[in-house]
């Protein structure tokens, strides 16, 4: 059974180890593959029987192809990188990783809102070029800085990550208020659920963590900006396309919004043209917040349980309906 892994070095840069999958059949890992060369990808799957991608697109030119290909895992949650309808055409099974970055990713999005309030990196470069050892106080501090105890926030999707989200932001002191997913007794148990217009107007942190579907893409746009109150922060861990770029960079410019913490955009890597490369008080990340070790392994776990399910003749996960 050969196993081809497409782009791999993002899920394994070197610190964890692919000895279970290679325990499995014979393994060829790639790094990187390209995303826009289909003969490249065709050329690295061959006679390949399980491929493996993270970000490489699968699409229905390299199944054509490459006809020796029985079973597809994605090394993420997500899955539009599959041409998912032609698999389902060919019976192929297609699994991906449901839950893995929950606790990480809940993490980084309190991470990147600390920030906001603290611009604690900031402070840190002062002290060390100089300025608090000439300070002629005993402290100084460039930005306001912003208690979030008694504020509310407001988490636009909250399944497994906005609820690690919500828990964090409860113990700090915040009123938590949810939309986008149905209520279920552990979210009700941190928030309180209400409707899409009323969070927007409600909540001083808002908070995106729901998939991009054709009705949350561009969720974030300049009429539900407009709903906001004036110098909320905006915070997304989610998806890139859920926000109409050029309308949060004009809401940054203008102080409607405070301030905004992003781990994704639109296209990534980010392109030089992106208004949020210069728009104020925006921090951005390169899609690091699923990033730690722990996570990454518990990727790895899945995909070799989603492998040995398919060679048992009991494939899990599956995204594509086999």
């Not at 059949?25 to 995303?35: A, I, K, M, Q």
């Amino acid at each position: 059974m050969k196993i081809v892994i497409l782009d791999g070095y993002t899920e394994n840069p070197g610190d964890l180890s692919w000895d279970a999958l290679a325990a499995l059949g014979e393994l060829t890992v790639y790094d990187r593959s390209s995303r826009t060369d289909q003969q490249e990808v065709i050329d690295r799957i061959g006679d390949a029987e399980i491929v493996i991608t993270n970000k490489t697109p699968i699409t229905r030119m390299v199944l054509d192809a490459c006809p020796s290909v029985r079973f597809i895992g994605v090394l993420a949650t997500g899955y539009n990188v599959v041409d998912t309808a032609c698999t389902r055409e060919r019976g192929i099974p297609v699994s991906n990783v449901p839950a893995y970055g929950t606790a990480a990713v809940g993490q980084f999005t309190i991470a990147l809102l600390l920030e906001i309030c603290h611009h604690v990196a900031h402070h840190s470069e002062t002290v060390f070029a100089g300025k608090w050892e000439h300070c002629p106080d005993f402290c100084y501090w460039d930005h306001p800085l912003i208690e979030l105890d008694g504020k509310t926030m407001g988490i636009i999707g909250f399944g497994r990550i906005g609820q690690a989200t919500g828990r964090i932001a409860k113990a700090l002191g915040m009123r938590v208020l949810a939309t986008g997913s149905r209520p279920c007794p552990e979210g009700e148990a941190i928030a309180e659920y209400t409707d899409l217009n009323t969070l927007l107007s409600s909540s001083d942190v808002i908070a995106l963590h729901c998939p991009l579907f054709p009705e949350t893409e561009g969720i974030i746009n300049r009429e539900n900006i407009a709903k906001m109150k004036d110098g909320v922060i905006l915070l997304n861990s989610a998806r890139g396309g859920l926000v109409v770029e050029q309308d949060l960079a004009d809401a940054l410019n203008s102080g409607k919004i405070a301030a905004a913490g992003l781990d994704v955009v639109s296209t990534e890597p980010i392109q030089g043209d992106n208004p949020l490369l210069k728009a104020k008080n925006c921090i951005i990340t390169p899609h690091i917040a699923w990033g730690s070790k722990e996570s990454r392994q518990r990727i790895m776990d899945c995909t070799v349980k989603n492998v040995k399910a398919f060679l048992a003749g009991t494939p899990v996960n599956t995204v594509n309906g086999l």
